[in-house]
Each structure stands twice: as C-alpha cells, then as structure tokens.
C-alpha cells in the first residue's frame, strides 16, 4: 500500500503555548495512506488532539505554530489561503467530534445540518441534494430518514446522533476523515456499532481515516497502523499487531498494562446473612406532569432481586438505560423505591431508626463524576472530614487523625488536605471521593461508573487503590459499570441488566467465558479479551455473539 | 518519565501562600466606598453648613470657594446636603438590599429545594409580584405602609424580593442535580444541613451580582419615589430628592443636578466593582489563579 503517495503527511509539527513557550507537540511526524486507518493514541495532555486539528488548520489562538510541515494531498496546509482552507474543511477532510450532545446545533433540523455542507461545497440542485442525504441516513441505520429531516437532534439518542454527524460528513466523500474520539461518549455496545459503521463507509468511500483515541483496545481493533503519543512526543509508531505485541517503548507497554486484565477468582466465605439483599424492587419515574394531564409513569426497575454477601464485590453491567444506575441510586437511599424492599444487615431500612441510622452510617457511595461530586467550595479535609460529623463518640482529634489515615491511604497524603478540589487533577479528586466515601469505614460501598470519568493509565491505578482498599478493609461493593473489561478486573459476582430487567448473572468467570443470554454475548462482543505474550505485549481477542456479523476481521 | 500523576503530579506544587495585592477592582471600588462612608460617617455629625439652613441671598449660587459644590435654588449649601443625604439615601439601599437578599434566599431556597406543587404556589405567587414593575408595587406598598424612611425600605425591600428568589432557585435547582448534592444525602446528612453547608455556599456568587446590581437600582428607585412626593419628606435631602428638586433649574444650575447624579453614578460603580471583587475572593475556584 505504501507504494501510492502519502495522503496526508505531517513531518516535524511543532506547536507551542504562545504565553509561557510550552511544548505541546514536539516533531511529530506521520503519514497517512489513501484509505488507510490510522490512529493516534494517548491520553490527556498528550497533544494528539492539537496535533490532529492542526491537519485541518485549527489551531487555538493561543498555541503558536514553530516548526514542521502539514501535506494534504501534496498541498501544504500552512501556506494555504484561507479560502483553499475553507474549501478543503469539509470537502476534502472531514471530522467527528466526541460529543455528540454538542457538535449538532440544537436548534437546527436534521435536513438543513446536513444539506449546508453539501451546499456549500457541490454543486446541486435541491432536490438532488436531498436525495443524497435520504441515502446517506439511509446507509447510516436510521430507520426513518424521511422523518429525521425534519426533527431536532435532541430528538436521538447519542449513538443516533454520533450516526447522524458521520452522515453528515461522509456526505461530501472526503479523502480523509478526522474522528476525534468519535465514540468515547457513548457506551460500549453502541460505541462498537458505531465504530462498525464508521469502517463500513469509509471504506467504501476510500476514506482515509485518522482515529483519535485514548482507548488502545478499540484502536488495535480498527487501525492498521498506530501512532502512540505522550505529553507532545511520538513515543512509538508502527503497524498495530507490532506495537500491541512487542511494544518497543515503556509507555507503550505502560499504556498496555492499563488495559484491564482478569485477577484470579479469589474464593468468598460461605454465605451468611448477606449485607444487602434487595427483593422485588420496583422504580417508577413520574410521568411529566402538567396542570390537567399525566402522562404515564417510565418504570425503571422491574422488579429486581439481588443479594451482596459481605466481602464480595458484585458488578452490574448494563448500556445506558439498562437502569443500573437507579438500581444503585435506589440501594443508597437517592431514589425512592415504588415498590419491594431493600434488608441491610438482615434488617428492612425503612422499619426503625436504628436499622436506618446503622444503614446509613455503613452504606457510602462512589460517584461517577469527579468533578460534580465534591462540592468546589471545600478544602479536601473538610470534604473528607463531613461524613466523620456524623459518626457517634468521636473526637476532634480522631477524626483529624482519621482524615489523615484515609489520604494516606488513597495514596494523596495530609498535604493535601488544606486544598480545594479544582486545583487537582481528575484521578486525584477521584482518589479524594473513595476517601470520602471509605472514610467511615463503611461496610457497603456503592460505585458508580467511578473510573469510567478517567484516563487510561490513571483508571488502572485508581482500581488498583479501590482493589487493594476493598482488600483491606473487606468492605462489600456494588460496581457500576457500563464498560467489561473494568468489571473483569474487580468483580467476583456479574449481574448483567438490561432495559430495567437482569438477563444473566453469576460468576464472573462464568459470565465472561459462557455467556448465555444473547445481550451478554453482545456486550462481551463489544470489548478485547486480552492475552499477555512473552515479548510484554498482548494478544487481543474478540469474543463473537451470535447472530452477528463482524465487518472487520 | 513521570506518568503517576495522580500520586507525584501535585505534591511539589503546594506553594506557601503569599500576600498579594489586591486586585484592581478591589482598589478602585474599595476607594470609592471608602470615600462614601466617610462622607456619610461625618455627613451624619458634622457638615459645612447646616443642610437645612436657607439663604435667599445665596440661592443658585455656582460652586466657589465658599460653596465647593454651590447652592440650590433656597441658598441650601449642595455639598452639606450630599453629605447629609448620604447618610439617609445609603442607609436607605443597604438596608433594602438586606432584606429582599434575606427573604428572597430564603424564598428561593425552600422553593427550589422543595419542588412540585410547594415550588409551583410559591413560583406562581411570585411570578405575579415579578410581573410588577418594582416601582409601581413599592408605590402601592408605601399607600399602605406610610411614606417615610422606614416605609420606603419595606416597600422596596418586597418589591426587589422576587427577583432574588427567582435566582436563587434556579441556582438551587440547578446545584441539586450535582453528584456532591447527592453525596451529601447518601452521607446521612438532614436536609436543613445540606442546604446550609453545601448549598448556600454555592449560591454566594450569583447573589453578589445581584445584591450589587440591586443596590443601584434601589437608590435610583428611592430618587424615583422621592420625586414623586412619597419618599422621605422634604426638607431632609436624599441623593433622591436633590436630583428630583434640581429639574427645573437644569437651564440655569447644572451643578444641581450634575453632582447627585455623579454621587450616585461613582457609588454604583464602587459597589459593582467591590461586589466582584467580594465574589472572586469568595470562591475558591477564583483564588490563586492570578
């Protein structure tokens, strides 16, 4: 294949923070194949963003452009009018961003999005316009294209409108399409059909496709070649089966090892009273309501049995909508149940003050986003510290004692205690509300997606820190997840949901190896198995559910 | 290479905490509040003339060095009646602004903590009172309670609740949506104590905006009022009333007219531009990143 000239070809592209001369990406250089995908990997802060809106000419206006060369098609990019520019955006090269909820104007029908690139930059008349963008939705899965021209775009789901935006793009038949972490919103069954449809066009467009993403396991899977970036530099690059299996670099191979890998089953004491045993519990949401109508009641829970034994971390797995998240909610006391009941302890939580007072002393929560959860107007010793206020015959000193255990604990340490939640990072304010959350030394944790918010690397050392503390202290743990491989990781038990109902449960051994029910099989379908090879490499392999059939091999 | 981030990333970075000046708005604004209290401080004990004292001979005097500011069309000293007026006009406002913040907050608070049909009466009442304009509910009110000092800071007070606790619902309803909300629930804490640790707190900002904004607003509705014969009585001067009383000599003595306006005017902006300044220093987000 690389006997044609380089589609695109970046050599030496240095960009640089205008203010303070910062290095943002440092020579990188990478080529680009006529119908080839590449992607670029790494995490936050690594420049793969900037280095790849630098290929359209989108800089920020605070990053100074100092060195290298940006080809498209043999034209240089740097030196390009602004009125080339505008006719290659779009035209020649197109992109996807990663929110779907954002990149779409709110405001604006579906048919007039889509029909204003084309307008813009071939031309036809209306009709045939609109013809093409009928096929486009059409070949992008929409079931009713007719009547998604004339809708808004809150009016689809994110992998809907992720759909949409590809459409929009591919309509113009770019050479090469820039996909931002076109899928990272979105969760993992739809992320994977949406990857799935993305390879599918472009490869019968003969697009090229630059993929950027933080997520190695669905790059391997798409790219033919991977360039691995960190903090500016190129660190690696090469075809995918070769980084994966032989990383040459200790990133790399950091990067790899943060894919989450299965610990060994570990065996569990005998059942007792389990610590929550929830029956039949059922979750309605109201309807709207308005002054004279009421629309009906969304049920979310239907009737969900589960039990936690002490000691044992259960995960439950779901997409989105699937009610996990309530389910948890509803455990910790957030969501009134409409129906069933929840026992802590053997003792129903709503029947006396002291079974509620001993549930809701011993039951905590760990929430998904670190940077809604911890309130911004607190010092982390005080958010640290408020669940201690209500904890019965404790000192001032011991609970400053107890404070400083804890950060020492989740590896931050009492130096930290005196600041405020922005001035850290997003692992940090994570490791901040585990502290919060095992500080009273509860015996019942609640986690909610808690790394599904985080980088890579840093996602693997904070289960790490909820793996080692969960150990120590052998608190019980309902894990909340939308994505497998985490769950492979930590849980001992899988309870897979799915539209407000469980599938399947049991083991997680069991789950991973024989799923049954064909939404497991799907949802296992959608993440890598992994195997480490001699080289400190790993082997992906994808699990297949049946009735499917794979488009890229 | 240090990738550990989460663990080395900002142990190095804790800087010990040095005096800063503060910022500009803080400087400027402080100042010009500063003068303010001082002129209503020695306004209220002492000034050059008597305020009240008329002199035919002097009347519609330009400002010389006998009158710095010059004198009104009874030969009353403009400057001893500003700085009387001071007093009265900003005493007037702050304990206007106090009340609609308290009441509003404390509307806004309950309203939006407590949602459905509580959230919806309370709304609806004070949606009606909204659609008001303040000076026209404030004139009603004063029919009711009096034309007096104390009428004035009842009446206004009502009137500008509204629109606080307008925006301290909304503030309300959108900060109980946030994970540390829900947090605090799950940590046990009662309602009443999330509200006051967690949720307050956080409506400081917004509240600062508008308590400063508000306070322009009072003083000119005050001088509104005044002008219309219902503020407080004539002979003592408000900035109000001099502003009002300075109409019909604008031909003849600008100054009348030029330097209450420019009292009021310069208090506005030292009241913006501390109220910033306040609300920067008050949230954490805001320090340090100087």
Known sequence: ?553 | MSIDSTTTGGASMKKPRRMKLPAPNAIVGGTLIGILLLAAGTGALWTPYDPLKLSFREKLAAPSALHWLGTDEFGRDVLSRLMAGAATSVWISILTVTLAVVFGTLIGLFSGYMRGWTDRIIMAFNDALLAFPGILLALGLLAVVGANKYGIIVALGIAYTPSVARVVRGTVLSLREREFIAASRVMGNAEAFTMARHILPNCIAPLTVLATSMFGYVLLAESALSFLGLGVPPPAPTWGNMLAGSRPYIGQAVWLGIFPGLAISLTLLGINLLGDAVRDRLDPRMRGSR
């Open chain 1, 1 to 553: 294949m690389n006997t044609t000239a380089p589609l695109l070809d970046v050599a030496g592209l240095t960009l640089k923070i205008g203010g303070s001369g910062r290095t943002v990406v440092n020579d990188v250089s990478f080529q680009v194949f006529p119908g080839e995908i590449v992607g670029i990997v790494g995490e936050s802060g690594s420049g793969k963003t900037l280095a790849a809106r630098a290929v359209m000419g989108f800089i920020p206006p605070a990053v100074r452009l100092e060195g290298g060369r940006i080809r498209f098609d043999g034209q240089d990019v740097m030196t390009m009018s602004p009125k080339d520019l505008r006719a290659m955006r779009g035209s020649k090269v197109g992109m996807v961003f990663q929110e779907p909820m954002t990149s779409l104007n709110p405001s604006m029908l579906i048919g007039r999005q889509l029909d204003e690139g084309l307008a813009l930059h071939r031309k036809l008349d209306a009709p045939a316009r609109r013809a093409l963008i009928l096929d486009m939705l059409r070949s992008v899965g929409l079931r009713d294209p007719e009547g998604a021209l004339t809708a808004y775009p809150h009016q689809f789901s994110g992998g809907m409108r992720q759909r949409i935006m590809l459409a929009s793009v591919m309509l113009l038949k770019p050479g090469l399409l820039l996909a931002d972490e076109p899928t990272t919103a979105l969760d993992a069954v739809v992320q994977r059909d949406v990857m799935e449809l993305m390879v599918e066009l472009t490869k019968a467009n003969h697009t090229a496709v630059l993929l950027i993403s933080h997520d190695l396991g669905m790059v391997a899977r798409y790219c033919s070649r991977i360039v691995v970036m960190s903090q500016g530099d190129v660190v690696e690059q090469g075809k995918a089966e070769d980084i994966l299996a032989r990383p040459q670099h200790p990133y790399t191979r950091k990067l790899l090892s943060a894919m989450p890998h299965r610990s060994p089953a570990r065996p569990l004491p005998e059942a007792r009273t389990p610590i929550v045993a929830v029956r039949d519990l059922v979750v309605e949401y109201p309807g709207r309501q308005g002054f004279f109508r009421k629309s009906e009641a969304k049920r979310a829970l239907h009737g969900i049995s589960i039990d936690v034994q002490p000691g044992e971390v259960v995960a439950v797995v779901g997409g989105s909508g699937s009610g996990k998240t309530t389910l948890g909610q509803s455990i910790a006391g957030l969501v009134r149940p409409t129906g069933g009941e929840i026992r802590f302890n053997g003792k129903p939580i709503e029947k006396s003050d002291a079974a509620y007072w001993d549930y809701r002393l011993n039951c905590q929560m760990v929430f998904q986003d670190p940077y809604s959860s911890l309130d911004p107007r607190m010092t982390i010793r005080q958010l640290v510290a408020e669940p201690l206020r209500l904890v019965p015959d404790m000192s001032p000193a011991d609970r400053k004692a107890r404070v400083a255990e804890v950060l020492t604990e989740v590896g931050l340490g009492n130096g930290f205690a005196e600041r405020y939640p922005h001035e850290l990072s997003g692992g940090q304010r994570q490791r901040i509300a585990i502290a919060r959350a095992i500080v009273r030394r509860p015996s019942f944790v609640i986690a909610d997606e808690p790394v599904s918010a985080l980088d890579v690397t840093v996602r693997a050392q904070v289960l790490e820190l909820f793996d080692e503390l969960q150990k120590k202290h052998g608190f019980s743990c309902l894990f909340i997840s939308h994505d497998l491989g985490v769950v492979e990781q930590v849980a001992d038990r899988v309870i897979v949901m799915q539209d407000g109902r469980i599938v399947e449960e049991g083991p997680r051994d069991d789950i991973f190896d024989n799923p049954t029910h064909p939404y497991t099989q799907k949802l296992l379908a959608a993440v890598p198995g992994l195997e480490a090879t001699s080289e400190g490499g790993v082997r992906l392999f994808w699990r297949r559910a049946e009735n499917d059939q794979e488009i890229v091999g």
